[in-house]
T-cell receptor
Framework: RKEVEQDPGPFNVPEGATVAFNCTYSNSASQSFFWYRQDCRKEPKLLMSVYSSGNEDGRFTAQLNRASQYISLLIRDSKLSDSATYLCVVNTGNQFYFGTGTSLTVIP | GAVVSQHPSRVICKSGTSVKIECRSLDFQATTMFWYRQFPKQSLMLMATSNEGSKATYEQGVEKDKFLINHASLTLSTLTVTSAHPEDSSFYIC???????????FGSGTRLTVV
């Protein structure tokens, strides 16, 4: 079983829509969680950490559900510039595990 | 913020030659750096963990004699792809760990094309 699983999409949504991604992880001992954004042919960049209590940064909300072992990312009022691949990353022990990424395209 | 500089950003080489990729942490010391490979439409795959002053730890299936890693200082790790073949063509990214709560900081990546 993979350490981290993500729906690869693609998600094609109109501008202004709300879109949510989920990511499940297999190890209940995982300690910290992140969402990264990767633009085509570029390196991943940290979008936000995911805290147990949930956290929000502008139009982006991240949540952690330890009981069900998943993290989520909600994007409100989607912009064209949000088009990218979103990677969830889970830290377990001394290792960071990446999901395969979810592709988002925001359509005018 | 933390910056990791990776060079070159793009390289084309002939089959059978070797290519060196550098990864530098510019404003922090990184005792541990990581090397990833990413094929088109696939996720990042960890190749090896580079430890300053000691031997790198390679993931299963990664040939340590082919992908030479040197981490001679707290700010520099290098990956050398020896005797490159077309199947080694990929996007190679390094990253450095800044502690558990900061996640990774990534280099800008190197697109290697072997012809």
């Amino acid at each position: 079983r993979k350490e981290v699983e993500q729906d690869p999409g693609p998600f094609n949504v109109p501008e202004g829509a709300t879109v949510a991604f989920n990511c499940t992880y297999s190890n209940s001992a995982s300690q910290s969680f992140f969402w990264y954004r990767q633009d085509c042919r570029k390196e991943p960049k940290l979008l936000m950490s995911v805290y147990s209590s949930g956290n929000e940064d502008g139009r982006f909300t991240a949540q952690l559900n330890r009981a069900s072992q998943y993290i989520s990312l909600l994007i409100r009022d989607s912009k064209l510039s949000d088009s990218a691949t979103y990677l969830c990353v889970v830290n377990t022990g001394n290792q960071f595990y990446f999901g395969t990424g979810t592709s988002l395209t925001v359509i005018p | 913020g933390a910056v990791v500089s990776q060079h070159p950003s793009r390289v084309i080489c002939k089959s059978g030659t070797s290519v060196k990729i550098e990864c530098r942490s510019l404003d922090f010391q990184a005792t541990t750096m990581f090397w990833y490979r990413q094929f088109p439409k696939q996720s990042l795959m960890l190749m090896a963990t580079s430890n300053e002053g000691s031997k790198a730890t390679y993931e299963q299936g990664v040939e340590k004699d082919k992908f030479l890693i040197n981490h001679a200082s707290l700010t520099l790790s290098t990956l050398t792809v020896t005797s490159a073949h077309p199947e080694d063509s990929s996007f190679y990214i390094c990253s450095a760990k800044r502690g558990q709560i900061y996640g990774y900081t990534f280099g800008s990546g190197t697109r290697l094309t072997v012809v």
